[in-house]
């Protein structure tokens, strides 16, 4: 079966309650070996095939692809860890794709950068100006 290529017909297949979880796999794969990961994703997702989202987790931090991660974060918060989140962000930087390092950094910013971020509140009143 070749996979979907109008995207009415692949959201017919993706949401039709009598589609099977071996066929919502197999579609899934078809788009993997088209490299057509984001798809992939929507497929293996809808299967619950952890087999295949971890596959396209290594194919992510591997490649640097910061968007395939944090869609496989929002499905599962546990999935990711901090250290591929880390790997990532270095295969990003190294390939020339600073967007998705900088947003790696801005949800995971380094520890010491998290110590700076955390300053105490000012409390209401003690400001400079709140005696003017």
Same mark, same amino acid.
């Given at each position: +079966? ?76 546990? +999935? ?53």
């Amino acid at each position: +079966m070749a996979f979907p290529t109008h995207y009415i017909k692949k959201r017919d297949l993706l949401h039709n309650e009598k589609t099977t979880l071996q066929t919502l796999t197999q579609t899934g794969r078809e788009f993997l070996a088209a490299e057509r990961y984001s798809d992939a994703l929507d497929f293996f997702e809808k299967a619950k095939d952890l087999t295949a989202l971890n596959e396209i987790k290594q194919l992510a931090v591997k490649t640097g692809d910061a968007f395939l991660l944090s869609r496989l974060d929002r499905y599962d918060r546990t +999935m990711v860890s901090r250290e591929e989140w880390d790997a990532c962000a270095r295969q990003a930087e190294s390939d020339g794709r600073g967007s998705f390092a900088k947003f790696i950094a801005k949800k995971y910013p380094p520890p010491e950068a998290a110590a700076v971020a955390e300053k105490p509140a000012i409390l209401p009143g003690a400001a400079p100006l709140s005696e003017v």
